[in-house]
C-alpha cells in the first residue's frame, strides 16, 4: 500500500548477527504492526505498538525486538536469540481504532548465509 | 484464541470461471477482512464487512458477512489471470485488542 515503506528488499544475515529491519509510513497512523510469513503460511503476529513509546508482543515475539520512538517508524530486530528467522516480513498500520482494517508494506525476504 | 478456517486451502481453475471461498471463525466476529497477496508483495485490502448480512461488492468480487457472524464468503466472478494470488480472511481477535487474527489463505490458480 502506497504509505508504507518497507526496506530493504531483501536482507541477508549471518549466523550470530542481529538485523533490523524498516518500516516508515506517512499515513498518520497510531497503529504498526509486525508479521511473519513462512512458505505456504498465513500471517503470524510478531508485535504491534497502538501508540508511540508503547508495544505489545504478539504470538511469536520470542528472539525478536523493536522500539517505537516515533509515530511514522516502528522498526524489528531480528536477533540472534532468532535461530530460525528465514521468512516473508511484513508490516502494518492501521488508524488503531477498534476493527479498523491494516494496510500492509510490500514486505522484507530475510534469508540466512 | 481465536481462530479462522479459511476453504479450500488451494484451488485450481480455468480461465473465466466462478469462484468461491470461505471462512469460518470459533466464535462470533464484528468485522470480516479480505486481502489478497501476489507472489513477494504484502497483502492488499479487497473488501471490508462491519454488519452481519453485509453484501459487498468490488467490481467482480463479492464478499458477504454471514448471518450468524462465524463466517464470511468472498466470490469472484469471471476470474482472469490476474486473479492469481493468495486470498486471506482476518477479523478481529479479543474484543478490544485491536489485532486481527488471519486466516491460512485460499491459494488461486488460474489455467488460461
Not at chain 2, 479459511?6 to 471461498?21: H, K, R
Not at chain 2, 482472469?80 to 486466516?103: N, R
Amino acid at each position: 500500500d502506497g504509505g508504507i515503506t518497507q526496506s530493504p528488499k531483501y536482507l541477508f544475515r549471518k549466523e550470530g548477527q542481529n538485523v533490523t529491519l524498516s518500516c516508515e509510513q506517512n499515513l498518520n497512523h497510531d497503529a504498526m504492526y509486525w508479521y511473519r510469513q513462512d512458505p505456504g503460511q498465513g500471517l503470524r503476529l510478531i508485535y504491534y505498538s497502538h501508540i508511540v513509546n508503547d508495544f505489545q508482543k504478539g504470538d511469536i515475539a520470542e528472539g525478536y525486538s523493536v522500539s517505537r520512538e516515533k509515530k511514522e517508524s516502528f522498526p524489528l530486530t531480528v536477533t540472534s536469540a532468532q535461530k530460525n528467522p528465514t521468512a516473508f516480513y511484513l508490516c502494518a498500520v492501521s488508524r488503531g481504532r477498534l476493527n479498523q482494517p491494516q494496510h500492509f508494506g510490500d514486505g522484507t525476504r530475510l534469508s540466512i548465509l | 484464541g481465536q481462530q479462522l478456517n479459511q476453504s479450500p486451502q488451494s484451488m485450481f481453475i480455468q480461465e473465466g470461471e466462478d469462484v468461491s471461498m470461505n471462512c469460518t471463525s470459533s466464535s462470533i466476529f464484528n468485522t470480516w477482512l479480505w486481502y489478497k497477496q501476489d507472489p513477494g508483495e504484502g497483502p492488499v485490502l479487497l473488501i471490508a464487512l462491519y454488519k452481519a448480512g453485509e453484501l459487498t461488492s468490488n467490481g467482480r468480487l463479492t464478499a458477504q458477512f454471514g448471518i450468524t457472524r462465524k463466517d464470511s464468503f468472498l466470490n469472484i466472478s469471471a476470474s482472469i489471470p490476474s486473479d492469481v494470488g493468495i486470498y486471506f480472511c482476518a477479523g478481529p481477535g479479543v474484543q478490544g485488542a485491536q489485532k486481527l487474527v488471519f486466516g491460512q489463505g485460499t491459494r488461486l490458480t488460474i489455467n488460461p
